[in-house]
C-alpha cells in the first residue's frame, strides 16, 4: 500500500471517501516517462492512441476536480465519450496541475456529500468520488503498461475499484460503461482482477 495514502474525513454509503492524492501522483510520476514518439503507441482503450489517453486524463481531471466543488458548468456536462479527446500542446505543465487540484478538491468532505454531476450524469458526491478514483487508478494502468512503465497501487484503491466496478443482479452490465470482465485466476493479483472488471487484459502489452 502506498505509505502517503490516508483516508478522507467522512464515508460514503458502500464507497468510503479515500484520499485520491496518491493515484494522482503515481499519474504525474509517469508523465516523465511520456515520450514524444510514444504519443501515436497504442493503449488497452481500443479508440485511444497514448495522445487520447492522456487528452482524457486532462479532462475527466478537470471533470471530477469541479465535480467535487460542486461548481457544475460545461465541463461536467460534457459526455466523454462524444468525441476523442485532442491533446492540448501545453499538456506536459497542465496535467500535473490538475491532478493536484482534483486530488486536492476530493479531500474536502463536502465533496462527497449531497448531489453532483460529472460526465453529463447526477450522481451522488459518494458514487462520484469513487469513478473519479477508479479513473485515476485504471487510466494509470493504462498510461504505464502502454509506455513500458511499472505500476502499483493501494490495496485501499484497489478494493474500492473493485466495488464500483463488479457487476450486480439489478445491473450486470454496470450501465454500458465497462466493457465485460475478463476472467482470471481467483488468485491473481487484486490490480489484475481491478484491471479485469474494468474489462482489459491484465497481461495486455503494446505489441498485442
Not at 450501465?175 to 489484475?192: E, N, R, S
Request: charged share 25%; net charge negative.
Amino acid at each position: 500500500m502506498d505509505t502517503h495514502e490516508t483516508p478522507a474525513s467522512g464515508s460514503a454509503a458502500g464507497f468510503p471517501a479515500l484520499d485520491l492524492g496518491p493515484a494522482a501522483r503515481r499519474v504525474a510520476k509517469l508523465l516523465d516517462g511520456v515520450d514524444d514518439a510514444r504519443l501515436d503507441a497504442p493503449t488497452p482503450c481500443p479508440d485511444y492512441a497514448v495522445r487520447e489517453l492522456l487528452g482524457h486524463l486532462l479532462m475527466l481531471t478537470a471533470a471530477f476536480r469541479d465535480a467535487a466543488r460542486k461548481d457544475l458548468g460545461p465541463g461536467t456536462a460534457s459526455d466523454p465519450g462524444a468525441a476523442l479527446p485532442v491533446l492540448d500542446e501545453g499538456w506536459r505543465a497542465a496535467l500535473p496541475l490538475r491532478l493536484a487540484e482534483v486530488a486536492a478538491a476530493w479531500r474536502s468532505p463536502g465533496a462527497w456529500a449531497g448531489m453532483t454531476r460529472a460526465g453529463g450524469v447526477e450522481l451522488p458526491g459518494e458514487a462520484a468520488g469513487a469513478v473519479a478514483l477508479d479513473e485515476l487508478v485504471v487510466h494509470g494502468w493504462d498510461l504505464a503498461r502502454s509506455t513500458g512503465q511499472p505500476y502499483e497501487a493501494g490495496e485501499a484503491e484497489l478494493l474500492a475499484c473493485a466495488a464500483l466496478l463488479a457487476p450486480d443482479e439489478e445491473d450486470p452490465d454496470r450501465g454500458g460503461i465497462f466493457g465485460p470482465p475478463v476472467p482470471v485466476p481467483d488468485d491473481a493479483p487484486l490490480l489484475d482482477r481491478v484491471i479485469a472488471l474494468s474489462g482489459r487484459r491484465p497481461d495486455w502489452r503494446p505489441e498485442g
